[in-house]
């Protein structure tokens, strides 16, 4: 069982920056990618990022060139750095990870005011 817990998330400014945590724990011998979604209400959960365990990254659109993920393999740990942040990036970020199958996070939520 792998749990995955974010942190980070919470009320910024139009412009500001934050950046997310996301600590996987429990039994991992290895974990291959590690990504990054989000969910507006009444939208869909979409990809922001991803991230393979030899560091090959690939964005959203929407956020290429603000946004930048990154992990740490010997900490079992991913992050998101969320600069020039929208109002339409406010959302519940989810944490991703592929062990075994498919682990999420219970999600943090991002407020961007205008």
């Known amino acids: 069982q792998v749990r995955l817990v974010e942190s980070g998330g919470g009320l910024v400014q139009a412009g500001g920056s934050l950046r997310l945590s996301c600590a996987a724990s429990?039994?991992?011998?290895?974990?291959?990618?590690m990504g990054w979604y989000r969910q507006a209400p009444g939208k869909q959960r979409e990809l922001v990022a991803g991230?393979?365990?030899?560091?090959?990254?690939n964005y959203a659109d929407s956020v290429k060139g603000r946004f930048t993920i990154s992990r740490d393999n010997a900490k079992n740990t991913v992050y998101l750095q969320m600069n020039s942040l929208k109002p339409e990036d406010t959302a519940d970020y989810y944490c991703?990870?592929?062990?075994?199958?498919?682990?999420w996070g219970k999600g943090t939520p991002v407020t961007v005011s205008s």
């Open positions: 429990g039994t991992i011998f290895f974990i291959n990618n």
């Open positions: 991703n990870a592929r062990v075994d199958m498919d682990y």
């Open positions: 991230i393979t365990r030899g560091g090959s990254t």
